[in-house]
């Protein structure tokens, strides 16, 4: 009986201290609003494509091209046919099926034309996190890059890859119909 009454005080003590580290802080709090942002647009998006029957057509696939981050940026979802190619770790990705996350509106839709690798390294949905200009990750720590590298594995096997973002001043490669043939053969087979 008393030890079940001093089990309930710790206990009521213990989240008492979880509700004043979670809630007592600004940064806590601002970091349970993102959160809670984030899990309602994820929630809303699910939802929204749930009670929408008529299914956009696939878009076909593009042909094997590198990109200037300039050319990236056209691919941002608003154009006329929708499509978004996101960047990561110097591979380009074509994401349109992954249109809830990354399209106007979606989650991470400020990814949506850019090179999204520090903002996914560093954990990050602010607008600081997207430079303007092409980003070598050259400041970024071991477990950075490392978390880069898991982004783009991840990326990898869900979406389809449609070649390298240029660096300033590189030549893009000239790819054969026969390796954008390969592709479309490797996509098939993963659909
Ligand atoms: C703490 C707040 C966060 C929560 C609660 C959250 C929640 C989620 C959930 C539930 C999914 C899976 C959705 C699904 O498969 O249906 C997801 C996917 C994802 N999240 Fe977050 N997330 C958070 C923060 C972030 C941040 C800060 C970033 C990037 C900087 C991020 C990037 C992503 C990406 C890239 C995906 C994968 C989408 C895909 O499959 O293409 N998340 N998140």
Redesign the pocket.
Known sequence: MADSTVNDAADGSLVMRIFSELFGSPLNLA?LG??GF??YK?IAS?RSTDTLPPKEPELPPLKKQDFTLEQLREFDGKGNDGRVLIAVNGKVFD?TK?KR??GPGG??GL?AGHD?SR??A????GED?LKNEYDDLSDLNSLQMESVRE?EM??QE??VYVGKLLKPGEQPTEYSDTEDEEKTETDKKAD
Do not use: D, E, M
Request: hydrophobic share 60%; with cysteine; net charge positive.
């Open positions: 970091l993102v959160c984030l899990i994820i699910r994401v992954g996350f990354y989650p991470y990814f999204a903002a996914l560093t954990f990050s949905l996190a982004w991840q990326f869900k979406y």
